[in-house]
């Protein structure tokens, strides 16, 4: 969902649709666009690609502690971008470099809808970004005289023009009846005097994205998203302090959760923190993990989605430093990633949380089949051209065109209903001697870590990619009982270890999060943002381990809590 992107930075090709309100910025937008396209300065390079994009709406958003509002906010915004390349689709200005493509913010977009003003803005953006093509081509052309490019690779692809056109209805949202929820929602928190914090924020965006490129592609289209984010932390008897989260997202600001619905929530996030508190710290521990309900698609999303791309080494001069982000499945298209059992598929076209028309590159979505029968066939692609793939299929949803998953789908055609897959747990831990074996059920991906902490996940990784903090972690016991542990990690868990899956539950538990591609997938961090599903089954994988944590605890508070009302533990 490109509405996201834009405030973190603040129908098949065919006639278009028919809109019925006068759009007067869509039509500055298409009127500059003609112009920028007979760009020229003297004999050098002319534009052979500019697009334009506006997104504007409203935002509201409110944060609740203890029953105490602690801040609200709405307001207005409009952004623009202007994409501009110079040279041809074999060769241009861009994959130089850490640059992917020229984006500009001169100055604040205007928010009237006065076809002059917004005209005046694309134009000082687009001369901006041509000045800058022009640069870093011939800086190009300069670095390939003196290294060696062992792949000639085009540098975009073209794409079929895409015309799509809808109104914007602005949607009628009611800020302060939501604030009052969210506030009566935080008040859950307070039948727990020993939590440290306890917040419950919400966030609406009504938004409308508008698009044009020379290519004759033209974008209309409304998009919502409604966000409730609930956060708890207490700190153990040892000093180690425990969080739990919950996040409940909406692609319809009149679908959002009621306030009960967020109440219970809170009230869930907050026992957990407080059981966690209480509960005795875990060792190190080596042998088959199972990823039950929600946690199965949490890996799968971390492990499996954030890899299935092929990194392309952009051109930079000799000695500079630069690279592209590697991916742990790059070469290995045609090699049996998971269990032959297993079948992944990202659908764009599900009514699910990640549904997508059209991607950020103005290419129609496409259904892709990415693993069939444990085979790795695919990768989701952009227009940038990657070894073996020249087109895209719809999945540039990153800033800078980088890919991302709309709806991972991930079955399995052997499956065991969840109470088998503990007895075969147990068989295990019989057969190799271990006193209990674990259960994961749910990790903290997308992270709410403090920055420290995730430091010390990202180090203590290495060279690997870090992989997210088991949250609600249990020992399972030979007799059936558990007990929940905390203060524990995994190491070495990697896309790899999807081969070590040694079976698949029944269930299909759907995960929604918003990738923001920062490590962890650290909330409120990072640069790009796209809304993403996955749907899954819990996971019974062999070999994995666990580590204790051993990192310096802070001291417990010197002074008690204040007491609750009475109310308040009701």
């Not at 039950?292 to 999303?301: D, F, K, S, T």
């Not at 790795?376 to 990657?386: E, G, I, M, S």
């Amino acid at each position: 969902m490109r509405i996201l992107r834009t405030l973190a930075l603040v129908a098949l090709a065919a006639a278009p649709l028919f809109c019925a309100k006068p759009d007067p910025v869509f039509d500055g937008m298409k009127t500059e666009l003609g112009r920028a396209a007979t760009l020229s300065l003297g004999q050098l390079e002319k534009p052979y690609f500019i697009s334009f994009s506006i997104d504007e709406g409203m935002s509201w958003s409110a944060s609740a502690t203890f029953g105490a509002i602690v801040g609200e906010n709405s307001s207005p915004f409009r952004a623009g971008e202007v994409q501009l390349r110079v040279g041809d689709y074999k060769f241009d200005n861009s994959n130089f470099g850490s640059s992917g493509g020229a984006r500009f913010d001169l100055r604040s977009f205007p928010l009237d809808d006065d076809p002059l003003a917004v005209r005046q803005y694309l134009w000082l953006a687009t001369d901006s970004a041509f000045k800058g093509a022009l640069q870093t081509i011939a800086r190009k052309r300069a670095a390939l005289g003196s290294v060696t490019v062992s792949e000639q690779l085009p540098d975009f692809g073209a794409a079929p023009k895409i015309n799509i056109s809808s109104d914007y209805v602005p949607v009628k949202f009611d800020a302060k009846a939501w604030a009052t929820r969210v506030k009566n929602a935080s008040a859950a928190f307070n039948a727990f005097p020993a939590l440290r914090t306890g917040f419950v924020d919400y966030t609406a965006l009504d938004g409308y994205h508008r698009m044009v490129s020379t290519e004759g592609t033209e974008i209309r289209k409304q998009e919502e998203l409604g966000t409730i984010q609930i956060r708890a932390s207490a700190q153990s008897p040892d000093g180690m302090v425990v969080r739990d989260w919950a996040v409940l997202y909406s692609a319809s600001l009149d679908k959002m959760p009621s306030e009960a619905q967020i109440t219970a929530a809170a009230k869930e996030t907050g026992e957990s923190v407080m059981k966690l508190a209480a509960a005795p710290m875990g060792e190190a521990y080596s042998g088959p993990i199972l990823f039950e309900g929600v946690a199965g698609p949490q890996l799968l999303a971390e492990v499996l989605g954030r890899n299935l791309y092929i990194a392309r080494k952009p051109v930079v001069p000799r000695g500079s430093p630069g690279g592209a982000a590697s991916s742990e499945l790059e070469g290995r298209r045609g090699v049996r990633i998971m269990p032959e059992m297993f079948d992944v598929v990202d659908d764009p076209s599900r009514p699910l949380f990640g549904h997508e028309e059209v991607d950020d590159e103005g290419v129609r979505a496409a259904k892709i089949s990415l693993v069939e029968k444990g085979v790795l066939k695919d990768f989701l692609r952009t227009r940038l051209p990657v070894r073996g793939s020249s087109e895209s299929n719809g999945h540039a949803r990153m800033q800078g065109g980088g890919p991302a998953p709309t709806n991972l789908i991930v079955t399995s055609r052997e499956t065991s209903p969840l109470t088998e897959l503990r007895k075969k747990m147990i068989d295990l831990a019989q057969q190799r001697g271990l006193g209990y074996t674990i259960v994961v059920r749910k990790l903290d991906f997308p992270s709410t870590a403090p920055v420290e902490e995730a430091r010390k996940i990202i180090a203590a990784a290495g060279q690997g990619h870090p992989v997210s903090q088991p949250l609600r972690v249990f020992k399972l016991y030979a007799d059936g009982h558990e007990e929940q542990i905390r203060g524990v990690r995994l190491r070495g868990v990697n896309a790899r270890s999807l081969k070590d899956i040694l079976f698949a539950g029944d269930d299909s538990v759907t995960f929604d999060y918003v990738e923001n591609g920062a490590p962890l997938g650290l909330i409120g961090y990072g640069n790009s943002n796209a809304t993403v599903s996955v749907v899954g089954p819990s996971l019974l994988i062999d070999d994995l381990e666990l580590i204790k944590i051993d990192d310096e605890l802070p001291k417990l508070p010197l002074v008690a809590p204040p007491a609750m009302p009475a109310s308040a533990s009701k």
